[in-house]
T-cell receptor, first 114, second 114 residues
Framework: GEDVEQSLFLSVREGDSSVINCTYT??????LYWYKQEPGAGLQLLTY?????DMKQDQRLTVLLNKKDKHLSLRIADTQTGDSAIYFC??????????????FGSGTQLTVLP | KAGVTQTPRYLIKTRGQQVTLSCSPI?????VSWYQQTPGQGLQFLFE???????NKGNFPGRFSGRQFSNSRSEMNVSTLELGDSALYLC?????????????FGSGTRLTVV
C-alpha cells in the first residue's frame, strides 16, 4: 500500500513543544520528509531523514523514525505563532521509477495559541 | 538563488476549455515534478520529467499532459477542463536523480474551473 497517515489537527501553547506524528505502510520507503505549508503558499521542505537513520536534529526540529512500527514524528521545540501551518509527512521509495514521486499524508494543521 | 517559479499564480477557466501552466525550476535542477492539491484528495503526484523525458506518471486521465524543454522549464496542460480539476497545482524541482536532496516546491498555480 501507499498510505501515509497523519492526525488532522494539533493545538499547542506558544513556547511548548509540538509533536506531529505520521505512519506509513510501505517498508521500502527510502526517504521520509516533512514539509510545511502556510496559507496561500507552496510546500517548504523542513527536513528529511534517510530510512537507515533513527533520529535527525536540526535546530528546533527533531525527527524520530521507528522503522519497526513505520512511525515518523516531528518535534518542534519552543513552538512559536509563526509555526502555525499545515505540516505534511511524505515518503519516497525504491531506486527507480516510483522513487521519483512523493506520497504525502493528508497534513496536520498545527495551531499555536498565545 | 531564485526559487521555483510558477506562472500564472491564479487562473479562472470555463469547463471544457484547456489550460497550460508553466514552471521554471531552480537553475541547474534537471528534474521537475508536478502535483495536484485539492481539499478532498490532498496532494497527488501527476508526473515527473528529467532531461525532456517523462520518467514517471501518476494516476491521472490522459487529459493531463506535460512536457519539459531543453532549459528544464516545464509546462503542464489540462484539456477539456472539468469542475473537479479546480486545484492548486504545484511544481517541484530536484537537482538530480538523487533521492535525498528533497524537492523544492514553487508557490503553485491556483486553477478555478467554473
Amino acid at each position: 500500500g501507499e498510505d501515509v497517515e497523519q492526525s488532522l489537527f494539533l493545538s499547542v501553547r506558544e513556547g511548548d513543544s509540538s509533536v506531529i506524528n505520521c505512519t506509513y505502510t510501505d517498508s521500502s520507503s527510502t526517504y521520509l520528509y516533512w514539509y510545511k505549508q502556510e496559507p496561500g503558499a507552496g510546500l517548504q521542505l523542513l527536513t528529511y531523514i534517510f530510512s537507515n537513520m533513527d533520529m535527525k536534529q536540526d535546530q528546533r526540529l527533531t525527527v524520530l523514525l521507528n522503522k519497526k512500527d513505520k512511525h515518523l514524528s516531528l518535534r518542534i521545540a519552543d513552538t512559536q505563532t509563526g509555526d502555525s501551518a499545515i505540516y505534511f509527512c511524505a515518503e519516497s521509495r525504491g531506486t527507480s521509477g516510483s522513487a521519483r514521486q512523493l506520497t504525502f499524508g493528508s497534513g496536520t494543521q498545527l495551531t499555536v495559541l498565545p | 538563488k531564485a526559487g521555483v517559479t510558477q506562472t500564472p499564480r491564479y487562473l479562472i477557466k470555463t469547463r471544457g476549455q484547456q489550460v497550460t501552466l508553466s514552471c521554471s525550476p531552480i537553475s541547474g535542477h534537471r528534474s521537475v515534478s508536478w502535483y495536484q492539491q485539492t481539499p478532498g484528495q490532498g496532494l497527488q503526484f501527476l508526473f515527473e520529467y528529467f532531461s525532456e523525458t517523462q520518467r514517471n506518471k501518476g494516476n491521472f486521465p490522459g487529459r493531463f499532459s506535460g512536457r519539459q524543454f531543453s532549459n528544464s522549464r516545464s509546462e503542464m496542460n489540462v484539456s477539456t477542463l472539468e469542475l473537479g480539476d479546480s486545484a492548486l497545482y504545484l511544481c517541484a524541482s530536484n537537482p538530480s536523480t538523487g533521492l535525498g536532496y528533497g524537492y523544492t516546491f514553487g508557490s503553485g498555480t491556483r486553477l478555478t474551473v467554473v
